[in-house]
């Protein structure tokens, strides 16, 4: 399961576009590193992030049966926001046409 947000980030008149907090944010939970697995009282698995501005804080983000499962969510949501800042950089061309 991807992790998700829930600011918004748009404004009226211009194209929407993250701003520096969110995009710091995209980068912190895009490195395997600061993510962790915990196994919870009802033997369910929950995968947590930890925040970026506060060193001994976890954000809880999804809980999971398995262990596998719940690293799965952690490598979706790795490869999701790795993408979000690999658009940033601008559109990927991937034809072009003569």
Same mark, same amino acid.
């Given at each position: 399961?991807?992790? !998700? %947000?829930t600011r918004e980030w748009h404004t009226s008149n =211009? &194209? #929407?576009h993250p701003d520096q907090e969110m995009i710091n944010l995209w $980068?912190? *939970?895009a490195e395997k590193k600061n993510w962790r697995i915990v +196994? !919870? &009282?009802n033997g369910? %698995? +929950?995968t947590e992030y930890k925040h970026p501005d506060e060193e001994d804080l976890w954000v809880d983000v999804t809980r999971r049966e398995t262990l596998d499962g719940a690293e799965a969510a952690i $490598?979706? #949501?790795i490869e999701h926001y790795s993408k979000k800042l690999e658009? !940033? =950089?601008g559109p990927k061309v *991937? =034809?072009?046409f003569k």
């Open positions: 399961m991807t992790f !998700l %947000y =211009k &194209p #929407s $980068n912190h *939970v +196994q !919870l &009282p369910f %698995y +929950q $490598n979706g #949501s658009f !940033l =950089k *991937v =034809k072009t």
